[in-house]
């Protein structure tokens, strides 16, 4: 199944470090992050691992779970949990599914036959609260993710719900954001952005970020 964005994120039930998953259920009003890798005891994967568990504070601050998968049995993922947590200095702290049977690489179309017939490449899902797709990245099995840039657009996600702004190529939380084309009411603008804007362009338009308590969530 081909996924855009947008698109409702497919529900699934499957087997876990957690137990059983009832992906919609265990989302619940939460955004989601939803990761694949190739498989256990790999070393890439093993600091992708380690990274996601060291950023749990920083997913909480943003109303983020995280969910990892590969198409390794459950009694696998638990011992290589232990060699994770040795080695990259953490708890792993958020589920691994074991997609023994493909059930949710197929769902999301997370094998690539033409890099491996059998396992899952590094594709990643963040799901808004209303179980929609928002972002898909995917990563060859020889180069790990950068984090800091998920939650980078997670924080660009959120903001740009909440306010009529885009952010610009490299935007870090408090840098200027542009007003989006489509507002052109200036009284709204006003309102809007009472800190004013920098028309760089009619179509580039500047203002400071609006969000003002990213620090203090
Ligand atoms: C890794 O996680 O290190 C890895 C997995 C599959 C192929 C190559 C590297």
Known sequence: MTLR????????????????????????????????????FTPVCTTELGLTAKLKDEFARRNVKAIALSVDPVESHGDWVKDINETQGCTVNFPIIADHDKKVSQLYDMIHPNASATLTVRSLFVIDPNKKVRLMITYPASTGRNFNEVLRVVDSLQLTEEHKVATPGNWERGEDVVIVPSLQDEQEIKQRFPKGYKAVRPYLRMTPDPKTNWGGE
Do not use: R
Request: no cysteine; net charge negative; charged share 20%.
């Open 5 to 40: 964005l947008g698109d409702p994120a497919p529900d699934f039930e499957q087997d876990s470090t957690e137990g059983t998953i009832h992906f919609h259920e265990w989302l619940g009003d939460s955004w989601g992050i939803l990761f694949s890798h190739p498989a256990d």
